[in-house]
């Protein structure tokens, strides 16, 4: 029988695991939240770098600011209601138990953002959003219970920004992020209390950490009707501080603390927005996704120093393209539309149910309602549907070691599908 420590070691890289990878397929590939405005949902979030709908181009390219209207404000909530089911094909040791119901847990996403000149070419700004998180929650018993129950990630971005009107034709932005990354984590484990008696608990790691980032974008329009833009937003590196503990056990187990190195990645997108005439307007991005910084997740005991365990991730990098259109249909009506495709960066062999993630494509559709045309204050509503590949699940994977092998087979497809709305309040002043 494994000794306590192994027990230990095993919790340590089934939660730990959890630390770079975990968050539901509900937004984005991997586990980025693209749902910061109801105005870029409604066109799939095709072309933000260059779209400028409003005061967010704070957070998807400053430069943007240039091109506001005075004063600007906007505040977003966006709802996303994920669908994450598991079909065992019968091979998990544990399969007797379940396929862990609806893993997608509904999530709430409040974005603000605020624009402002500060001089004839110069304008401040202001981000305070979410750009990654959710969660996930299978059942406490069920036959990945030892690879995972629950998974939560939740981030705080503070993003102050600056822009610059080079020329008519072209500006400038840049911005800092101060970004918390909280994350709380569970499965279920076997604990060895004695020769012959093991018991069933529940380990928990729990941990955050502040980290600093950069952003940067511009705008060039070659014609009145045309704007190209590039926005490039900077890897975040987080230590993070946790606790490692377990409990549901007749007896106390000491808990210990733990921390992990992580990069969360970069990103950079291009992107065209161009009028063909003054009631339509087309839209389209290319965005890339720096996810290969996440490769293994190396858990220490902070205590010691010493490596708790070392877990493969193997992300790969992934793309994003969209198109998207707007359509003035009156004075009061602005009316949208989009599609994209979305590729994930997690690699089939290592999917866990902590990230049951695949490529999905976005059909978004969107509206903006305004008292008047120049009315200081409108109102912006955007639904999205994702249809998501079916996923497969093949832990352990090949050559996984020992402490791996030891939370059993999980063998089967992952079934995801998302739905979000949001709403967004505008106003110049």
Known sequence: MPSPVARRHRLASAVGLALAAAAPPAVSAGFQILEQSASTLGVAH???????HDASTVFWNPAGQMLLEGRQA????SAIFP?????ESGSSTFAALGDGGQGGERAWVP????????????SAGLAINAPMGLATEWSA?????????????????????LAWRVSDALSLGAGVSYQK????????VLVPLGPSAVATGTGT???LDWGWGWNVGAIWSPAASTRIAATYRSAIHYTIDGTLALSDLPVAVPSRAVSADVKLPDTFSIAVSHRIDPSLRVLADWSYTGWSSIEDLRIVDKASGAAVSTTRLGFSNAWRVGVGGEY????RWLLRAGVAYDTTPVQDAYRTPRLPDSDRTWLAFGARWAPSRNAPWWFDVGYAHLFMKDAPSELPYAGAPAEERLRGALVGRYRNSVDILSAQVGVRF
């Open 46 to 52: 095709a072309g933000t770098a260059a779209a400028v």
């Open 74 to 77: 906007a505040l977003a909530l």
């Open 83 to 87: 669908s994450t089911r598991y079909s």
């Open 111 to 122: 974005a603000m953002f605020a624009a402002f000149p500060i001089a004839p070419n110069l």
């Open 141 to 161: 018993s069920w036959a990945g219970q030892y690879h995972a129950v629950r998974s939560s990630i939740e981030t705080l971005n503070v993003n102050p920004t």
């Open 181 to 188: 990354l909280d994350a709380t984590f569970t499965n279920r």
């Open 205 to 207: 790691i729990e941990g």
């Open 328 to 331: 003035a249909a009156s004075d």
